[in-house]
């Protein structure tokens, strides 16, 4: 089966998020981290600005449901993907 990439990203993002309800999911942590990633990204993403300040991606973050102590892993794994550019 041939999912577009709109198609798989929403697969994978769905399907983080009923993780989340799931006590032991360290068996699907690729999963988590996608979709994690991708939910930050889209977050990001709903800025029309092209430069975001720290409280900002901060505010963002959390409303994707990523702790402050994922932030930097999640920043730098967008970043080494060539998604975004972090600064300081």
Excluded: P, R, Y
Aim: glycine share 6%; charged share 20%; proline share 0%.
């Amino acid at each position: 089966m041939n999912l577009d990439n709109k198609v798989e990203g929403a697969w994978i993002i769905h399907h983080a998020n009923k993780l989340q309800t799931v006590t032991n999911a360290a068996s699907f942590e690729n999963i988590s981290i996608a979709g994690k990633a991708g939910m930050l990204l889209s977050a990001l993403s709903t800025s029309d600005q092209l430069v975001l300040g720290n409280d900002k991606v901060k505010i963002l973050a959390n409303q994707a449901n990523i702790a402050k102590s994922e932030l930097d892993f999640f920043l730098d794994l967008l970043s080494k993907q060539e998604l975004i550019a972090k600064g300081t």
